[in-house]
T-cell receptor, first 114, second 111 residues
Framework: EAQVTQNPRYLITVTGKKLTVTCSQNMNHEYMSWYRQDPGLGLRQIYYSMNVEVTDKGDVPEGYKVSRKEKRNFPLILESPSPNQTSLYFC?????????????FGPGTRLTVT | SQELEQSPQSLIVQEGKNLTINCTSSKTLYGLYWYKQKYGEGLIFLMMLQKGGEEKSHEKITAKLDEKKQQSSLHITASQPSHAGIYLCGADLDQGGKLIFGQGTELSVKP
């Protein structure tokens, strides 16, 4: 089944404790992206990647890191999480011949930082 | 301020009624797309518009992009409870991979 998977789905952590949210897709898509969704602020792009070893900043990259060493994986790293990073996070992927538009979204990761 | 403004923010309609959601930008859009989200879940792609004046339909949902490529509308005909959810418009402002989304319109359909 074609899908984007994220792990974990739920995470409660403490300020400053490094964490990684994994994202994997099995569709051989070139484009991958991370978003956070917050009430009243909508969906905002954190980082995106057009292909392996190519990443770029979205609208809200501060406090996050990403890497794209393999085509299928695009982990999101929070080196020192803070409470303002409490949010619902989505990973998405898209085949490049369709541009970044027709994205397939993962189920989301609900992160709480205390 | 939001670069993509959606209106209304929420909408409650009776089953069978038509409705329209608008998405407006102050800048020319290179691509405009619509997604639907069920509460707390990932987004589902509905359709994409790229050319001024373009119109696309999928089942009972029609989306249009105006000639200036700064405004799009999503129209649902004869709404059903299955149409309930959050509708988001998104756009590519620079023909790259950087994308922005509107705040979403929450639609409820009463049986």
């Amino acid at each position: 089944e074609a899908q984007v998977t994220q792990n974990p789905r739920y995470l409660i952590t403490v300020t400053g404790k490094k964490l990684t949210v994994t994202c994997s897709q099995n569709m051989n898509h070139e484009y991958m992206s991370w978003y956070r969704q917050d009430p009243g602020l909508g969906l905002r792009q954190i980082y995106y990647s057009m292909n392996v070893e190519v990443t770029d900043k979205g609208d809200v990259p501060e406090g996050y890191k990403v890497s794209r060493k393999e085509k299928r994986n695009f982990p999101l790293i929070l080196e020192s999480p803070s409470p303002n990073q409490t949010s619902l996070y989505f990973c998405a992927s898209s085949p490049w011949d369709r541009g970044p538009y027709e994205q397939y979204f993962g189920p989301g990761t609900r992160l709480t930082v205390t | 301020s939001q670069e993509l403004e959606q209106s209304p923010q929420s909408l409650i309609v009776q089953e069978g009624k038509n409705l329209t959601i608008n998405c407006t930008s102050s800048k020319t859009l290179y691509g405009l797309y619509w997604y639907k989200q069920k509460y707390g879940e990932g987004l589902i792609f509905l359709m994409m518009l790229q050319k001024g004046g373009e119109e696309k339909s999928h089942e009972k949902i029609t989306a249009k992009l105006d000639e200036k490529k700064q405004q799009s509308s999503l129209h649902i005909t004869a709404s059903q409870p299955s149409h309930a959810g959050i509708y988001l418009c998104g756009a590519d402002l620079d023909q790259g991979g950087k994308l922005i989304f509107g705040q979403g319109t929450e639609l409820s359909v009463k049986p």
